[in-house]
């Protein structure tokens, strides 16, 4: 006997059919919309990542910022969304080190710090360096400067006449 001809496929009209996950993806993406938990901020930020890095890596970020949530709160993150997008900070890290500052502020009372650097563009927030930061909230430094005056016997040699002989001099 002979083998069964497949049949032949129709040719797609419009837009394929996006996978089972895909579809369940963007049903929770839909659902966490309608709860609040995605919100515009989180829409614009992850678009000018995206075009900023490319679609998988402005997803990525995304991702790495949506998983904050597993520290921080939602208020948190939201707040350093909206401080790193008018930055123009589209990395997870600037993300988490404003929403990290943003959970400080209600932590503790305020700290004087340096005026920030003006970033270009009106309205553009301000990130702050993570050296910067860490500088400003170390303890004031108490130990006395170190001396290296006992290592200037390692600068003398002595001369076959007794006399000593500084480094650079001619024997």
Do not use: C
Not at 71 to 98: K, M, N, Q, S
Not at 139 to 160: G, N
């Amino acid at each position: 006997m002979g083998r069964a001809q497949p049949r032949p496929r129709r040719p797609r009209r419009g837009r394929a059919r996006p996978s089972p996950a895909r579809r369940l993806s963007a049903t929770a993406l839909d659902q966490a919309r309608s709860a609040g938990k995605f919100t515009p901020v989180h829409d614009a930020w992850w678009a000018a990542a995206v075009r900023a890095h490319g679609d998988a890596e402005g997803t990525r970020a995304l991702i790495e910022v949506l998983l904050l949530g597993r520290h921080l709160t939602h208020e948190h993150i939201v707040a350093g969304l909206a401080t790193a997008l008018r930055a123009g900070a589209l990395t997870a890290d600037a993300v988490a080190l404003e929403a990290r500052k943003a959970a400080q502020v209600e932590d503790e009372p305020a700290v004087e710090v340096p005026a920030p650097r003006p970033v270009a563009g009106p309205g553009a927030g301000t990130v702050t360096f993570l050296h910067e930061w860490r500088l400003n909230h170390l303890p004031q430094d108490t130990r006395p400067l170190p001396s290296v005056s006992h290592y200037d016997q390692l600068l003398r040699h002595r001369r076959a006449g007794g006399g000593d002989l500084r480094e650079g001099e001619a024997p």
